[in-house]
C-alpha cells in the first residue's frame, strides 16, 4: 500500500510539473506576440549606436547598453572579454576610373583589403568574367600588376549570398596567383547599393580588394568588352591596429532542478559600418533581450539553465563566441544545446540541427506548440558562418535559426541594412519561436537528452568529412585555424 502511494505521489508530482510547464510556455509565447518594447529596443540599438564594429566606441557603447538591458529587467548579466587580433576600419576609399572614359565610381572596400600608399596606386582594369579558372587563364599575362573586374550574378536571397561567398573566395585565390594587385567585385545588388563582407584569406589577404557599384562595374565591362581601355586609381584609407579587447554580454536565468546544465541561446551584436545592423542582426540581439525579459516578469522556472548571448566579433570570425567556448571550456559537457538566431527578420520556418540527428528528433517535438506560428522544419546539415560554428567544432549539440528569405539578401552588410527594413510583427512572432524551443530543450527530462558531447575525432569525421566543410570553412577564414588545432575540441 504504502508502495502504491509513493507511486501516485509520484504521478501527480509529474502531472503537475507538465502543467506547470505547459502553462509557462502558452503564457511566454503570448506575451511575446503581445505588446512589448522589443520595437523600441530595436529602434534605440540602430538609431542610436549605428554600425557597430567590433573595437569601435559605437561597439562599446552597444555593449553597455546591451548589458543595462538586461539588468534593468532583472536579468543576471555581466560583461566577459576577449581579444581580437587585429581592428581593420575603413576611413575613405576614392577611385577613379580612366582611358576610353573618365568617370568616378562608387566602390566600398572588403574587410582585411590591402591598404594603398598614400598618394594612391593606378593599373588597368581586366576583365576576368565570373572570375573562374578558365576566365583567369583567357585574360593570360595581362592580369599580372592590374585590377580585375570579377562579375557577379544579382543577389535575391541568402543562397545568393553563399554563392557570392564562394566565388569570390575561388576568385580571391586565383586572382592572387595570377599576380593580380587588386580585385574589383562587381556588387551584387542594384541602384548602385553597396555592402561589405570579409575577404576569404582574413588577416593574410594581400591585395586591395573593393566593391563596385554594379551599374559602374556593368559600365566598366561593357567598354571593356567593345575593346576599350580602362584605367582604374585607387586611394585607400584603412585603420589597423594591433590586438583589441572586446565584450561579448552573457546573461542568464538558473534552472530550479539543473543549474549546471544550460541551454544557450544568442545573437550576434557587432554588425558593420554602412548601414545600422537592423536585419543583421540587430532585430535578433533585441530578440534575446526581449524574451528574457519577459522569463523573468513571468517568472518562467526552467529546469535547466537559459543563458543569453550578445556575441561580438562575428563578422570578423566568430571570435566572441570562439572566446566564450575557450573561457567556459570546463562547462562544455553540460551545454546541452546552443542556438543561434542570424538571418533577419524573415519568418522562422524551422531550424538547421547541424549534422546532429539526435536533435533533429528533439527539435521536431520542442516545436509542436507553436507548430501554428509556421516553424516546423529541420535539416539536418551543418551551417559554416555564425555563432554555432565554434560550438560545433566543440562538439556541442547546436542549431540554427532557418528564416524565409524576406529581404535579408538585398540588404546584407549594405548601407540598406536599416530599422525601417525589418518585418517588426514577423520579430515577435520569431521570438515566440526561439523562446518556446529554447524552453523545451531546457525543460527536456533527462531520458530524452540521448546524445553527448563529441570528441574530436567524431567532429572531424560525422560533421567536417561526411558534410564536406572543407571548403566552406576555407571561404570563411577558419580551416587553418582547425587544422592547426587552435580551434575546436583539443581530444
Known amino acids: 500500500m504504502k508502495k502504491i502511494s509513493y507511486t501516485l505521489f509520484y504521478c501527480f508530482l509529474a502531472i503537475g510539473l507538465t502543467a506547470q510547464i505547459n502553462s509557462d510556455l502558452a503564457n511566454l509565447t503570448a506575451t511575446l506576440l503581445g505588446d512589448t518594447p522589443i520595437e523600441e529596443d530595436l529602434q534605440e540599438l540602430c538609431d542610436q549606436y549605428g554600425g557597430r564594429v567590433t573595437g569601435t566606441e559605437a561597439n562599446a557603447k552597444a555593449v553597455d547598453w546591451g548589458l543595462r538591458k538586461f539588468i534593468d529587467a532583472g536579468v543576471a548579466a555581466q560583461k566577459e572579454s576577449f581579444k581580437i587580433a587585429s581592428l581593420w576600419v575603413e576611413n575613405s576609399t576614392i577611385a577613379e576610373v580612366s582611358g576610353t572614359t573618365n568617370f568616378t565610381p562608387k566602390v566600398v572596400a572588403k574587410y582585411f583589403s590591402k591598404s594603398t600608399p598614400k598618394d594612391g596606386i593606378t593599373a588597368p582594369i581586366i576583365d576576368v568574367g565570373y572570375g573562374t579558372p578558365e576566365d583567369f587563364a583567357k585574360a593570360g599575362d595581362a592580369v599580372k600588376g592590374s585590377f580585375v573586374l570579377v562579375e557577379n550574378d544579382l543577389c535575391l536571397d541568402v543562397d545568393g549570398l553563399f554563392t557570392e561567398y564562394a566565388n569570390a573566395a575561388k576568385a580571391d585565390a586565383l586572382?592572387?596567383?595570377?599576380?593580380?594587385?587588386?580585385?574589383?567585385?562587381?556588387?551584387?545588388?542594384?541602384?548602385?547599393?553597396?555592402?561589405?563582407?570579409?575577404?576569404?584569406?582574413?588577416?593574410?589577404?594581400?591585395?586591395?580588394?573593393?566593391?563596385?557599384?554594379?551599374?559602374?562595374?556593368?559600365?566598366?565591362?561593357?567598354?571593356?568588352?567593345?575593346?576599350?581601355?580602362?584605367?582604374?586609381?585607387?586611394?585607400?584609407?584603412?585603420?589597423?591596429?594591433?590586438?583589441?579587447?572586446?565584450?561579448?554580454?552573457?546573461?542568464?536565468?538558473?534552472?530550479?532542478?539543473?543549474?549546471?546544465?544550460?541551454?544557450?541561446?544568442?545573437?550576434?551584436?557587432?554588425?558593420?559600418?554602412?548601414?545600422?545592423?537592423?536585419?543583421?542582426?540587430?532585430?535578433?540581439?533585441?530578440?534575446?533581450?526581449?524574451?528574457?525579459?519577459?522569463?523573468?516578469?513571468?517568472?518562467?522556472?526552467?529546469?535547466?539553465?537559459?543563458?543569453?548571448?550578445?556575441?561580438?566579433?562575428?563578422?570578423?570570425?566568430?571570435?566572441?563566441?570562439?572566446?566564450?567556448?575557450?573561457?567556459?571550456?570546463?562547462?562544455?559537457?553540460?551545454?546541452?544545446?546552443?542556438?543561434?538566431?542570424?538571418?533577419?527578420?524573415?519568418?522562422?520556418?524551422?531550424?538547421?540541427?547541424?549534422?546532429?540527428?539526435?536533435?533533429?528528433?528533439?527539435?521536431?517535438?520542442?516545436?509542436?506548440?507553436?507548430?501554428?506560428?509556421?516553424?516546423?522544419?529541420?535539416?539536418?546539415?551543418?551551417?559554416?558562418?555564425?555563432?554555432?560554428?565554434?560550438?560545433?567544432?566543440?562538439?556541442?549539440?547546436?542549431?540554427?535559426?532557418?528564416?524565409k528569405p524576406f529581404n535579408y539578401g538585398q540588404n546584407y552588410h549594405a548601407a540598406s541594412d536599416t530599422y525601417d527594413k525589418v518585418d517588426l510583427e514577423q520579430l515577435k512572432r520569431n521570438s515566440a519561436i526561439v523562446a518556446a524551443v529554447a524552453l523545451g530543450y531546457a525543460n527536456l527530462p533527462d531520458w530524452k537528452v540521448n546524445w553527448q558531447r563529441q570528441s574530436r575525432a567524431e567532429i572531424a569525421t560525422e560533421i567536417v568529412e561526411k558534410h564536406n566543410l572543407e571548403f566552406s570553412m576555407r571561404m570563411f577564414g577558419v580551416w587553418k585555424s582547425w587544422v592547426d588545432g587552435s580551434r575546436g575540441r583539443k581530444e
Open 175 to 403: 586572382a592572387a596567383k595570377a599576380g593580380a594587385i587588386g580585385i574589383i567585385n562587381m556588387a551584387s545588388r542594384p541602384k548602385k547599393l553597396l555592402y561589405r563582407f570579409i575577404a576569404s584569406d582574413g588577416y593574410d589577404h594581400g591585395l586591395i580588394n573593393l566593391v563596385m557599384g554594379r551599374e559602374d562595374a556593368k559600365r566598366c565591362q561593357r567598354i571593356l568588352r567593345a575593346d576599350g581601355k580602362l584605367d582604374f586609381s585607387a586611394t585607400l584609407d584603412v585603420a589597423y591596429s594591433g590586438e583589441q579587447t572586446s565584450h561579448n554580454v552573457i546573461a542568464e536565468i538558473k534552472g530550479y532542478e539543473k543549474p549546471d546544465e544550460v541551454v544557450i541561446i544568442g545573437a550576434h551584436l557587432d554588425s558593420w559600418g554602412l548601414g545600422t545592423g537592423a536585419n543583421d542582426n540587430g532585430c535578433n540581439v533585441a530578440m534575446m533581450i526581449d524574451i528574457a525579459r519577459q522569463m523573468v516578469k513571468m517568472g518562467v522556472k526552467p529546469r535547466r539553465t537559459i543563458r543569453f548571448a550578445l556575441w561580438n566579433g562575428e563578422e570578423q570570425g566568430y571570435f566572441g563566441s570562439q572566446a566564450y567556448t575557450q573561457l567556459h571550456q570546463g562547462e562544455l559537457d553540460q551545454h546541452i544545446m546552443k542556438m543561434s538566431v542570424d538571418i533577419g527578420s524573415g519568418a522562422i520556418i524551422g531550424f538547421f540541427t547541424n549534422g546532429r540527428p539526435e536533435l533533429a528528433k528533439v527539435t521536431k517535438e520542442v516545436m509542436k506548440p507553436i507548430a501554428g506560428l509556421g516553424a516546423n522544419s529541420v535539416l539536418d546539415i551543418p551551417i559554416v558562418g555564425t555563432d554555432n560554428f565554434d560550438f560545433m567544432l566543440e562538439g556541442v549539440g547546436n542549431l540554427v535559426a532557418s528564416h
